[in-house]
C-alpha cells in the first residue's frame, strides 16, 4: 500500500567536522520518501523553485518516487544552511531562506486522495489538517513537528494531534509538548491528546516506542563514522512508514520491527552528506543491517526461577 | 562462588529535587554489596570511623553481608554531601570529607584472598593493584575508575587495567580515557589496553557492553519517579558480578543477563534514598523486574526475504 508524504524539498548547505558540500538535495519530504522508496510507493506533495535542478528530479524518478505532487513555482527553492559542532550534536542554522516554500499551500491531486498512509512532515499545524482534510481517512496518518509550533501555534497543533494516529518527534519536544520534564511521564501524557502511538527519537540513544499497554527501548546503530546526521529523523519516518505500508499491520509487534527499519535507515543515512548513501543500498543491506540490530539488542529471558537455583 | 568488593562505605549527606536526607549510609562498596547480596556471598573491604552508626553495621549482616574486612579506625567516617539539580542529571558535589577514608590501605584477611570475584571499586589505582596482588588470581577482576584518576594518575591507572577484565565506567570516563569523542571507537581501544571487556553506563540511556566480539546494547528501565540518582552505578556493578558469579558462566550470553541484572539493580537503587529501597527486595521482585526488561526490549528477527514477499 502506497505512502503519500508532505513536507519540504530543500536544497542544504551543510558543514560538518567531515567536510561540507552546498546546495545538494535536501528537505524532510526528501529522505523520508527515498527511504520509504525501499519498502513501499511513496507519492511526494512539496513544492520547489524554478532553479530546482533537473538532477534531483532524476533523482526522485530513478527511486521511483511519485513526483506527479511535486509543484514546481516561480522563484527559488527553499535552502537551508547548517553547521554541526564537533561531537555532531549541536547544530547551528546560519541561514534559512524559505522562497517559494513560505506560500506552499498543498493542494492533492486526484490521485493521491485515497492512498493509505500519510505522513505529515514538519510544517505549519494549519497545513497539515487542510492535507488530511483533502484526504479519504487514511489507514494510519503520522506526523512530526518541531518546537517552534508547539511555542507559537499550540493550539492548532493540539487540533492536528487530535486527528492523527501516531506521533513522530524527538526527546525535547515530547518534554515541550507535554511540559513535563520526566520522559516517561510526558510520553503517557501526550497518548491523551489523540495519538494513539508515539515514537520518540532520541538520535545516537536510539528510539522509544509508547502505545497504551507497552513500551518499546529501540537501540542505534553503533556508527563509527558518522558524516552528516541532516535527514535523520526523516530517514527514521520513512522506514518505519515504509515498513508498516509493505506489511499492512500495525500491531505491536510490526510497530516494534517498523521502529528498527527506520533505525536501519538512520543509521544508513548518517554515512554520507545528503541522501547520497540512503539513495544507493540494496534490499539485502538494509535486512543484514536488520539483523545487526537484532544482534546489538538480544539476551535471553530467564526461564526458570533463578533464586531455587543457589 | 563469593564476591570481594573493596570501596568505600560513607555516610551521604544528599539533596535531590524530591527531598533531603543526612548522614545516611552510602558508599560505592555499600550500594554494591547490598544489590550483590541478593545473588551470592558478599565480603566487603573498607573502613569507617568511631563514629559509623551500629544500624548500618546492623544493616549489612541483616542483608547477610560478610563485614569481617569492614576496618573500624579512630576518626570519623567519610563523609560526602550533594545536590541533585531539578532533571537529576547534574550533580554538584557541595562537600567532600575522606576522613578515615583518606588512609585507607587495604590489607586482606586470608579468608578473602581465595576469593573468585573481585571488584575494585573507585579508589586510587595503586591501591586496587595491592589488593589484587594480596590475592590468589580471581576467576574474574572488574574494577570501576573515576575522572580524577584519569586525569592525575593515568599511567598508575594503565598498569591497574593491564591487569583486569571487565572495566566498568561511565560514557563520559570512555571518551577521557580513550581521548575520543565517538565512544565506539573509544570502546574499541580500551579493549586494547588490558580488559576484555568493557561495560559503559549511560544512566537513563541505559548501558553497553563490549568485548571482543561482540556489543550488547542494554535498555534503562523507564521509571518516572527517581528520587535519589546516588549509588545507581555501584548497584549496576554489584547486580551484574551478582548474576555472573551465581551463574559461574562468563560467555557472551550470560554477560548478557548480567547486565540486565545490573540494570534492575539500578533502576531499584534509584526509587528512595541510599539503599532504603535496594536493601528491601525479594528475588521474585528482581525476576519479574527482569522480565520487565525483556519485554521493553523484545523485537521479533527478521525470518525470510521481506523483498520477495512484496
Known amino acids: 500500500m502506497g505512502i503519500l508524504v508532505v513536507g519540504s524539498v530543500a536544497l542544504d548547505s551543510v558543514k560538518t567536522p567531515f567536510g561540507e558540500r552546498e546546495d545538494i538535495l535536501g528537505g524532510a519530504a526528501t529522505y523520508f520518501s527515498v527511504a520509504a522508496s525501499y519498502f513501499t510507493d511513496v507519492g511526494i506533495v ?27 513555482q516561480k522563484g527559488n527553492t527553499f535552502r537551508w544552511k547548517g553547521e554541526y559542532g564537533f561531537d555532531l550534536n549541536t547544530r547551528t542554522t546560519l541561514d534559512t531562506q524559505l522562497n517559494v516554500f513560505a506560500d506552499f499551500s498543498p493542494r492533492l491531486l486526484a490521485l493521491h486522495r485515497s492512498q493509505d498512509y500519510l505522513f505529515l512532515g514538519n510544517i505549519d499545524p494549519e497545513l497539515q489538517r487542510s492535507v488530511l482534510e483533502q484526504m479519504k481517512r487514511p489507514k494510519l496518518v503520522a506526523c512530526d513537528t518541531m518546537d517552534y509550533w508547539i511555542q507559537n501555534t499550540r493550539e492548532s497543533l493540539l487540533k492536528t494531534l487530535s486527528m492523527i494516529d501516531l506521533l513522530i518527534i524527538n526527546d525535547a519536544e515530547t518534554r515541550q509538548l507535554a511540559d513535563e520534564p520526566n520522559l516517561f511521564r510526558a510520553a503517557r501524557q501526550i497518548l491523551t491528546l489523540g495519538p494513539k502511538m508515539l515514537v520518540i527519537k532520541r538520535g545516537e540513544y536510539g528510539a522509544l516506542l509508547f502505545n497504551s499497554s507497552s513500551i518499546f527501548w529501540a537501540p542505534a546503530f553503533p556508527v563509527e563514522d558518522v558524516l552528516d546526521p541532516t535527514g535523520a529523523g526523516d530517514s527514521f519516518a520513512g522506514g518505519l512508514m515504509g515498513y508498516l505500508a509493505a506489511s499492512g499491520a500495525c500491531d505491536d509487534a510490526a510497530l516494534r520491527k517498523a521502529v528498527i527499519f527506520g533505525s536501519v535507515m538512520a543509521s544508513f543515512s548518517v554515512m554520507n552528506f545528503g541522501p547520497e548513501k540512503l539513495g544507493d543500498l540494496t534490499f539485502p543491506e538494509i535486512e543484514s543491517r536488520y539483523r545487526e540490530f537484532y544482534k546489538l539488542a538480544f539476551f535471553e529471558d530467564i526461564a526458570g526461577n533463578l533464586l531455587e537455583e543457589r
Chains 1, 2 share one sequence.
Open 46 to 72: 512539496a513544492v520547489v523553485g524554478d532553479d530546482f535542478p533537473e538532477q534531483h528530479v532524476s533523482f526522485f524518478l530513478r527511486k521511483g518516487i511519485d513526483i506527479s505532487g511535486l509543484q514546481r
